[in-house]
């Protein structure tokens, strides 16, 4: 990486402008504007983004306000606050999300082997959805229940890093078994579900792929069990079982047998059922799987706390996508950047140092060599050691 590049622009670096534009070219604006680009317009949310900014009034200031730097960060049109929202409500918010799915890519390969237990399978996924809240007064097109508003931002996130391996942003009545339809379903990866994707359909369509499952059952499963085996209960474990179904609809569509392992949780004092449609891992690797999935909550957490998902800078819906999904690119840049400089400061620090250190011309492993971080508090929410 040059020296003469700010950090900004080596944390852009992830992607070639070139990439960028393959994204726009398939899904073409209906109305050529000269007066923003698209790139300068992308470069200018995740900028929003990564400095924490408050509104447009706010990005456009910083930005204009020294002209040589925003050059050097890769901004080749001057903003204004009536262009940059004008580009909010009118370039399509599909570009984004195309740039974040390439970026998961990238970020998926750099992380493919930070996996602490190698007992654990190499393809392991977590899905989870979480609601964005809106202001019915500003967002009426958001209209969930009663006189609240929200949008609903589903993860499928790779255990290995972790970092989202797919998203998708829906409307906040969309149920989550549905999903199950719709994530990319790789033969053999294994997918942790909480309760609410407790769908037989669905998780026969994840059967017929050749995947794997470990879900959260319900107490109202009606099933008998086939077989039993010994488990060693001072691991938690309370039994390991095939079961098949015995209800007349669940069984008819998933009428494979089933695992069911219950694993006695000592932190919340209850009992968890799993099932699973995989009998080959030992019984506490798939309490593990089960356990690994608050990774996807704790993605949620910290995305939501440290990027700008509460106030919004556009009031369409196609601004608010931008807006969510330019946040999801924010991540996958400053997680790429932890990998590719070899920073083994926590996801939060190095957020930190980027949007304080933003138009500095040094190497962004440079700044983590010359500052001394404190010991963060443990309350705090972190997704990297």
């Not at 509104?55 to 002209?67: F, Q, S, Y």
């Not at 959805?129 to 209209?143: D, K, N, R, V, Y």
């Not at 719709?182 to 994707?197: N, S």
Request: hydrophobic share 45%; charged share 20%.
């Amino acid at each position: 990486m040059a020296t003469s590049s700010c950090v900004f622009a080596q944390v852009m670096a992830a992607l070639h402008p070139q990439e960028f534009a393959r994204c726009v070219e398939r899904f073409p604006p209906k109305r050529q504007t000269r007066s923003l680009s698209a790139y300068d317009h992308f470069l200018a949310l995740c900028f929003f983004q990564l400095t924490g900014r408050e509104g447009l009034r706010d990005v456009v200031a910083c930005l204009n306000a020294r002209p040589g730097h925003t050059y050097n960060a890769g901004f080749r049109t001057r903003l204004t606050r009536t262009n940059l929202a004008y580009a909010n409500e009118h370039r399509d918010w599909r570009t984004v999300a195309a740039v974040a799915q390439l970026l998961m890519r990238r970020a998926g390969k750099l992380y493919a082997d930070d996996l602490d237990d190698p007992d654990l399978p190499q393809l392991s996924y977590a899905l989870d959805a979480s609601l964005i809240s809106l202001s019915l007064a500003l967002f009426p097109w958001a209209l969930w229940r009663g006189p609240t508003a929200a949008m609903k931002l589903h993860c499928l996130l790779s255990l290995r890093g972790p970092v989202p391996a797919w998203t998708a942003i829906t409307e906040a009545c969309f149920p989550d078994a549905l999903m199950l339809e719709h994530i990319p379903l790789g033969k053999g990866a294994f997918y942790v579900l909480d309760r609410g994707y407790l769908d037989f359909p669905a998780l026969a369509t994840v059967q017929a792929a050749g995947a794997f499952f470990v879900v959260r059952s319900k107490c109202h499963l009606s099933f008998r069990v086939v077989a039993s085996r010994p488990v060693d209960k001072t691991t938690g474990l309370r039994c390991d079982q095939t079961i098949y179904l015995r209800r007349g609809r669940s069984r008819l569509v998933f009428p494979w047998p089933l695992r069911r392992v219950r694993v006695f949780d000592q932190i919340a004092g209850r009992s968890l059922v799993l099932l699973s449609n995989r009998f080959e891992l030992p019984a506490i690797t798939v309490a593990e799987l089960y356990r690994r999935r608050w990774q996807v909550e704790l993605f949620f957490k910290w995305i939501k706390g440290h990027l700008r998902l509460r106030a919004f800078i556009g009031r369409s819906q196609n601004a608010v996508r931008l807006q969510v999904w330019s946040a999801i690119c924010a991540y996958l840049l400053v997680a790429i950047a932890k990998k590719r400089f070899g920073l083994h400061h926590s996801l939060h620090q190095v957020l930190q140092v980027i949007s304080v250190s933003i138009f500095e011309t040094v190497p962004l492993s440079d700044l983590f060599n010359t500052h001394s971080f404190e010991p963060q508090d443990s309350s705090q929410l972190l997704l990297f050691a």
